[in-house]
């Protein structure tokens, strides 16, 4: 008999990721504020439920995965949400990518309502979803990870990173060095090009060395064709960088690189480039030098 | 028989070099404002030139390597240089990593003089100096990077990367990159550790990821030991960093991530930290949460 997962969040990510989970033979309970995207899994089989509080009452464990912070506050926390639902003894696993000041502040609300709880953040987006081969990385009680390690396995990897909120924090290590990548890429590129260099020499000539990395192989070539379609939207990467710097603040952690990167985003996002994948980023150095690394 | 080279400046990188020439074959001709080092390379069979004019004289070629732009420039165009003790037709190879905009004057000086010139600053410190399998950056004219490609084979691997100074320029693109992806890695640990979390996981949960790097493999570890031991030494970052802002500034290329890693690089060196491995750029983070990487 399939075991009775809830579902809350059906945007890019949580669609495939509710399609996996059934694939893998749950019984999937899903609701979302959007009614189209409701129906779009329903039709794969998907069972719908009128509220977060209903899919929490008809399921053992509730999956959330929604923008930021307060959307978790709300779908888990407030009137109508998975903790009303939820009994002792039933999980809720957050997925979303939040602040880990949040996901802490949630743990212990479930806590007192002798429900389990991990943060889950994942980075790879809506391809690896739909693979499910998504990183996951949890925090929270190890033995509550070691009894939900295999709902994970339908959607992708899952790595334990600590106590609650350790989840988030990876996530965000993870995106500081990302953006931070991106820009010293960009920041590169556009020097070697205004030299009169071609970029695309220099990224062969560097890639092998220190230099390398997962961020140059990928953003490189978008920078030097001039395509910044996302891939992974500049105003999401905003959304995490500002989640790394309140936790820096609240912590005692200044962050002056990931300061430096979140002001050359939100000026990008001002200009309207939110919607940029975030190799974009070097747009902001390419205006600054009146040079693009693309082009002759 | 044995094509005739000289070879200008002998420290931690020059001798390996010279040692790995000889052992091609070549008949290496040497010079270095240091007796002693002139000696050690004699033992193995190069032979001593009083003054870099000589050592032009009595060959074809002349590679140089030294520290810094007023370096190549007294060595090459100095009095008692190499340019003078070159007659036309001859080359002179500077292995030196300095600003663009000195190889592009030391270039016209020899172009002047009917000597052929190329930059061709190298990257792999002194184990791939030793192994004989650096990554050589080469700026200059293309036909004559063909007729000395040959001569680059016993030091590592050449790519031609453009014109006068690209080679040069080449490295810096590098050198940014580098300096910055420490500075991710270490302020990614920094937030992380504070945060509660094992450094060691969430370098292991995130390296895999687009977040992957080949500083992140080869930095972390030494954060998370609090190793500093050099490897590439933080003064000599700092020489290339301030190279970097010198062509910015002269070529109209902001670059504020490489002004913020080089003003950390400053305040490091002050400090007397200048020795340390680059990877110490984590220590300037580590200082301003209070807060180490390594330890419990």
């Avoid at 609701?31 to 069972?47: H, I, P, Q, S, T």
């Avoid at 439920?49 to 009452?57: C, F, L, W």
């Avoid at 978790?72 to 696993?93: Q, T, Y």
């Avoid at 820009?183 to 020097?191: I, Q, R």
């Amino acid at each position: 008999m399939a075991k009775k997962v809830g579902f809350v969040g059906l945007g890019i990510m949580g669609k495939p990721m509710v399609r996996n989970l059934m694939k893998a033979g749950y019984e999937v309970t899903v609701c979302d504020l959007v009614a189209a995207a409701v129906k779009e899994v329903e039709k794969d089989g998907a069972k719908p439920a009128r509220s977060a509080k209903e899919t929490a009452e008809k399921t053992e464990v509730v999956i959330t995965m929604v923008p930021d912070s307060k959307d978790s506050e709300a779908a888990i926390l407030g009137s109508g949400g998975v903790l009303e639902g939820s009994s002792k003894g039933k999980a809720v696993i957050d997925m979303s990518s939040i602040a880990p000041g949040a996901s802490q502040k949630i743990a212990a609300a479930c806590e007192k309502a002798g429900v389990s709880f991990l943060d889950a953040p994942v980075s790879g987006g809506e391809p690896k979803a739909i693979e499910g081969t998504l990183a996951i990385m949890v925090g929270g009680k190890q033995d509550v990870f070691g009894k939900w390690a295999d709902l994970f396995q339908p959607m992708g990897s899952a790595t334990y990173c600590g106590d609650y909120g350790a989840g988030n924090t990876t996530k965000l290590a993870n995106q500081i060095i990302v953006a931070l990548n991106i820009a010293a890429v960009g920041e590169a590129l556009v020097l070697a090009k205004k030299a009169g260099l071609d970029p695309e020499v220099v990224f062969n000539a560097i890639k092998g060395g220190l230099a390398g990395s997962t961020v140059l192989n990928a953003k490189a070539p978008m920078m030097i064709a001039g395509n910044f379609k996302p891939g992974f939207r500049i105003r999401l990467h905003q959304k995490d960088l500002n989640n790394a710097l309140q936790t820096g603040k609240e912590i005692g952690v200044p962050l002056p690189f990931t300061a430096l990167v979140q002001q050359v985003i939100g000026s990008l996002v001002n200009e309207g480039k939110g919607d940029l994948d975030h190799s974009g980023i070097a747009n902001f150095l390419e205006d600054m030098a009146q040079c693009t690394v693309s082009g002759k």
